[in-house]
């Protein structure tokens, strides 16, 4: 079964210390992975997805088939990047366009 | 460009009573979602459209759920009776399959929270 793991429901980090959000997945054969992003007030939003191998507000994600992770990762984290961030797939098993979420982690960022 | 749009925002009803959500997805966006958000937890798809037609419903509870998107534009929810469980944020969001892509950019609308008392 298509599954999206992750483990931390709170990350609470000082600005300007590097950020990591887990995200772990199971699934057979290979996947698209995506971080989506909600901040306070706003919609769901697409950050990044692995195909793109982009950075966009400063994060980063790469795809570890072998760890079968999708990690997050930001140097030096800003205030404004306090949200709730979501890891989904998506791939040929899901019908490509359906994503799978994971549970969320809400990342909050103190001054 | 004019995001997804839904209503009502917010809804409270009792359990067995019936509900209605809207969804105006982004003009052209052929594919529509329909997803459930309980709180603590991350979206569930619900509903998938392909224009007028359904994609995927396998995690619709069919005996009390219902969707339908005519004329391949708008779409509504309903829930019939409603139980306590239902309680969450039902989001609605539309994408367009770029060509030569499998999948385009899902785009969300701000939710409808529905409490069922």
């Known amino acids: 079964a298509q599954r999206v793991t992750q483990p931390e429901k709170l990350l609470s980090v000082f600005k300007g210390a590097p950020v990591e959000l887990k995200c772990n997945y199971s699934?057979?054969?290979?996947?698209?992975l995506f971080w989506y992003v909600q901040y306070s007030r706003q919609r769901l939003q697409l950050l990044l997805r692995?195909?793109s191998r982009e950075s966009i507000k400063g994060f980063t994600a790469d795809l570890n088939k072998g760890e079968t992770s999708f990690h997050l990762k930001k140097p030096f984290a800003q205030e404004e990047d306090s949200a709730m961030y979501y890891c989904?797939?998506?791939?040929?098993?899901?019908?490509?366009?359906?994503?799978?979420f994971g549970t969320g982690t809400r990342l909050l960022v103190s001054p | 460009e004019a995001g997804v749009a839904q209503s009502p925002r917010y809804k409270i009803i009792e359990k067995r009573q019936s509900v209605a959500f809207w969804c105006n997805p982004i003009?052209?966006?052929?594919?529509l979602y329909w997803y459930q958000q309980i709180l603590g937890q991350g979206p569930k798809l619900l509903i998938q459209?392909?224009?007028?037609?359904?994609?995927?419903d396998s995690q619709l509870p069919k005996d009390r759920f219902s969707a339908e998107r005519l004329k391949g534009v708008d779409s509504t929810l309903k829930i019939q009776p409603a139980k306590l469980e239902d309680s969450a944020v039902y989001l609605c969001?539309?994408?367009?399959?770029?060509?030569?892509?499998?999948?385009?950019?899902?785009?969300f609308g701000p939710g409808t929270r529905l409490t069922v008392l």
């Open positions: 459209f392909q224009n007028n037609g359904v994609v995927d």
């Open positions: 003009s052209g966006h052929a594919t």
């Open positions: 989904a797939l998506s791939g040929a098993n899901t019908g490509f366009q359906k994503l799978v």
């Open positions: 969001a539309s994408s367009l399959v770029p060509r030569g892509r499998r999948q385009g950019t899902q785009y």
């Open positions: 692995h195909i």
């Open positions: 699934y057979s054969g290979s996947p698209e």
